[in-house]
């Protein structure tokens, strides 16, 4: 019970971060304030809380210590903030932000790194009865959870290392370590077990496997070869691989199911707008670092893919229709994921087509989104506070 409530926080904090990042970019506040609202808080926040309540049964353990999410919580919450704030104020602020989401992620590591010990690789799966048949999948798919944990040690020592002056970690390299090495890895880990559950139909392990593997190579290429364009093309393809198979292998579960729950359509938006921000980041490698192009390949795979794939799992967790507030609905669900998909939509046309009025049009509609989606979580979240 406690870890559920921790987990709660953590989920509901992200979503305020979510406001946050939809707020930063209307008003064009600088790139690394944005990135650090929607990875740092938006996406890894909801990541810790989650993974804090999935990954030991997935791995058919309990959480080793219950404390641990309450511990993290703070740490991670105002060492985002700080690093949010630290292009914006005094020069103490980044390092102050730094030792503190640090400390943070060194409590969650522990914590689950603790919790799987003696089953790394997730042979034992808490797979049986009625899905005793979806076993070899599960196993195929945890692989991806230590290995994403592995990245986000590597960004967390290089962070420290960056800011006690013992060498110099780009924060392009850092996101993408986070961005593709955690985040997107769990998203295909955890996907690959929650989704055909909730679809009620079956994904082939061999594609589990080519997904799982391109996604835990991927994100090594572009971290270390950001400035250097072979390897930056070699892993854009690798990734590009990733996030084509999740996203084929998720179409593919939704046209197969008969069930059309609502939190269902936004994770059909996010591979959509994961494929168009992989197809983005092939051009930037090919082609050259255009700002614009570079602007629309982060905001398709931080809103877009990684975003609403958070947004459509959250409204299956906590399904709209539970909430004690007004309108909270699947209708009201609805038009949150219409406005977060369209917005986004939008901003990318904008950003590619130079289309300077499109921007702000796409950045309202998606900051609209958000608030309605976090007024949905924090009314389902009231009727447990009751």
Not at 104 to 120: K, M, Q, R, S, Y
Not at 159 to 166: D, E, I, Q, S, V
Not at 350 to 358: E, F, S, Y
Request: aromatic share 10%; net charge positive; glycine share 14%.
């Amino acid at each position: 019970m406690r870890t559920e409530r921790a987990s709660r926080w953590f989920v509901a904090t992200s979503a305020l971060f979510f406001v946050g990042f939809h707020a930063a970019m209307a008003v064009a506040a600088p790139r690394r304030v944005v990135v650090t609202l929607g990875l740092y808080g938006f996406v890894l926040h909801v990541l810790f809380g989650k993974a804090y309540a999935l990954v030991p049964p997935y791995f058919e353990r309990d959480l080793a210590w219950e404390l641990g999410p309450a511990v993290q919580f703070p740490l991670s919450v105002l060492g985002t903030t700080g690093l949010a704030l630290a292009p914006l104020g005094p020069s103490w602020l980044r390092p102050v932000g730094t030792l503190l989401w640090v400390g943070g992620v060194g409590v969650f590591l522990g914590t689950l790194g603790w919790t799987i010990a003696g089953n790394v690789t997730g042979t034992a799966t808490g797979t049986g009865g009625a899905n005793a048949h979806r076993e070899p999948v599960d196993r195929t798919a945890n692989v991806a959870v230590p290995i994403a944990l592995g990245y986000l040690a590597l960004a967390a020592g290089s962070a420290l290392a960056t800011t006690a002056g013992f060498g110099s970690v780009h924060p392009q390299q850092l996101s993408h370590l986070l961005a593709a090495g955690t985040a997107a890895l769990f998203v295909f880990g955890v996907g690959f077990r929650l989704f055909p559950r909730f679809l009620v139909t079956a994904v082939p392990r061999p594609v589990v496997a080519v997904v799982v593997a391109a996604g835990a190579v991927g994100p090594a290429l572009l971290g270390f070869g950001l400035f250097d364009r072979t390897l930056l093309l070699i892993g854009g393809v690798v990734e590009a691989v990733a996030v084509a198979g999740f996203a084929l292998s998720y179409l593919a579960l939704f046209l197969r199911s008969e069930r059309r729950r609502v939190g269902f359509y936004a994770v059909l938006l996010a591979v959509v707008a994961g494929v168009v921000g992989i197809g983005l980041g092939l051009t930037v490698a090919v082609t050259g670092r255009s700002p614009a192009l570079v602007t629309a390949h982060y905001r398709a795979m931080l809103a877009g893919f990684l975003g609403l794939t958070v947004v459509g799992a959250a409204f299956q967790f906590y399904p709209p229709a539970v909430g004690v507030w007004p309108c909270a609905d699947d209708r009201t669900a609805l038009l949150s994921i219409a406005l977060l998909g369209s917005g986004l939509g939008i901003q990318l046309l904008g950003l590619v087509g130079r289309i300077g009025w499109m921007r702000p049009v796409g950045t309202a509609a998606g900051g609209l989104g958000a608030l309605l989606y976090t007024y949905l979580l924090v009314a389902a979240f009231a009727r447990r506070w009751q």
